[in-house]
């Protein structure tokens, strides 16, 4: 939630949030994209928008895909709504925060930076879900972020009103992810209804009538948010510190071998007051909130049916890329080839190795080399930023990179990758 401040920034920025029309839109430049990257418009949620480490500001925007896919294109003015100061908000200093840069609040929310570019081609908003692009979302708090990023009008009217010769999305994550994270399956989008948004969404991109579209697929959070652990990955590490994980005791129900080892605990459950315990219980409830029972943990078996769900979402999104010679990026596929990597596992720390280790030698060997470990570079790995969840500069790159593989083979077009470490 964002605090009275907040409030008072948005009503002082009501006219310079708008999007311009099409009266003032980019002239096409020579470049390696060519016409096709004439106006290039991007639409999606906080991973498109740059959100990282649980925060977004300006330096967070110009790393985000589709500004380094610009950048790379040729197109030298790809307009992003840029936020002034520390962001809105700030982005975390450490894993897990909670400090956020300059010590700012949570509730921190800085204005945009002015001038306001001639026409915003970034039109991401944090926290949207699929229909959201063609609906004001009804949430308030993700209402404000994009009043303060795009104005009123949806992502799909900004969209149509800039004529877009190429339109990217990316959106449809946080259909599943807050079931993912909070294991309540009930907070799954369903299929009926996304289906129905994503038809919708299609008719409006034909109506845009750009050159092309590119449409990417939706994240197994269950898979790809490291913020979210086996339990007893918590039980392991516990055992070198008296039975406790970051201060915090251990229920016995979480250890190596037992039915609730491999329910994923999110790491919310170590910081969340409410918990006396990391219990991995699938149906335990702190005795203060009765009502959390089964909260932050995504048992076997719901782990399955948001597996499910998203195979479903993102065979429905193909399908309609498909059906109107879009392209269609995987970003699972992409997942799965850093999933595969050898130690040191530095690029996602998934417990990769836990569920094959049996000794207490092999349980540490695997926490140490593929689990969230305080040594490593990113706590969460290098393609993960500070949350747990949102990608990091890196992931960002190769993300970028998928998208001119895709651009360059079907236009036979000489878009530079950028470059990896």
Not at 13 to 42: E, M, N, S
Not at 326 to 348: C, E, H, K, M, S
Request: charged share 15%.
């Amino acid at each position: 939630m964002r605090g009275p401040r907040f409030a008072f920034l948005l009503s002082t920025l009501a006219l310079a949030a708008c999007v311009r029309d099409d009266t003032q839109l980019l002239t096409p430049r020579p470049g390696p994209g060519g016409d096709l990257f004439a106006r290039y418009v991007a639409l999606g949620n906080s991973i498109t928008a740059g959100f990282q480490s649980g925060g977004i500001n300006d330096s967070l925007q110009q790393r985000a895909y589709p500004v380094l896919l610009a950048r790379q294109a040729g197109v030298t003015d790809f307009g992003v709504p840029s936020l002034a100061g520390d962001g809105c908000p700030p982005p975390f200093v450490q894993p897990l925060g909670p400090t956020r840069l300059n010590n700012k609040p949570s509730d921190s929310c800085e204005l945009r930076k002015t001038p306001t570019p001639p026409l915003v081609q970034n039109l991401a908003v944090p926290g949207e879900r699929q229909g959201d692009l063609l609906r004001f979302p009804a949430d308030p708090s993700i209402a404000r972020l994009h009043t303060l990023l795009i104005g009123s009008r949806t992502q799909v009217q900004a969209m149509k009103q800039a004529r877009p010769t190429l339109v990217s999305v990316w959106i449809g994550n946080n259909d599943a992810l807050a079931a993912a994270l909070n294991g309540q399956t009930a907070l799954l989008t369903p299929t009926a209804s996304f289906t129905a948004d994503l038809a919708q969404l299609a008719v409006e991109l034909k109506a845009a009538n750009p050159r092309d579209v590119i449409l990417i697929g939706v994240v197994d959070a269950s898979v790809g948010a490291a913020l979210i652990q086996p339990g007893a990955y918590f039980f392991v590490v516990a055992q070198g510190s008296g039975g406790r994980f970051q201060g915090k005791p251990v229920n016995a129900n979480c250890a190596p071998g037992t039915p609730n080892a491999a329910n994923l605990i999110n790491f919310q459950m170590v910081a969340d007051p409410r918990y006396p315990e990391i219990n991995c219980d699938p149906i335990y409830a702190p005795p203060s909130a009765p009502t959390l029972r089964g909260f932050y943990n995504l048992d076997v078996q719901e782990q399955a049916q948001v597996q499910a769900r998203v195979a479903e979402f993102n065979q429905a999104i193909q399908q309609v890329a498909q059906a109107n010679g879009w392209i269609y990026v995987d970003p699972n596929a992409l997942l799965r080839q850093y999933l595969t990597q050898g130690p040191p596992y530095n690029f996602i720390r998934k417990c990769q190795m836990l569920p094959a280790a049996q000794t207490a030698t092999e349980l540490q060997n695997a926490v140490v080399q593929s689990c969230p470990e305080p040594t490593a570079p990113n706590f969460f790995g290098s393609l993960l930023s500070f949350d747990g969840v949102h990608p990091s500069n890196l992931a960002h790159r190769i993300v970028a990179n998928a998208l001119i593989d895709a651009l360059n083979a079907k236009y036979n077009l000489g878009i530079p990758r950028l470059s990896l470490p």
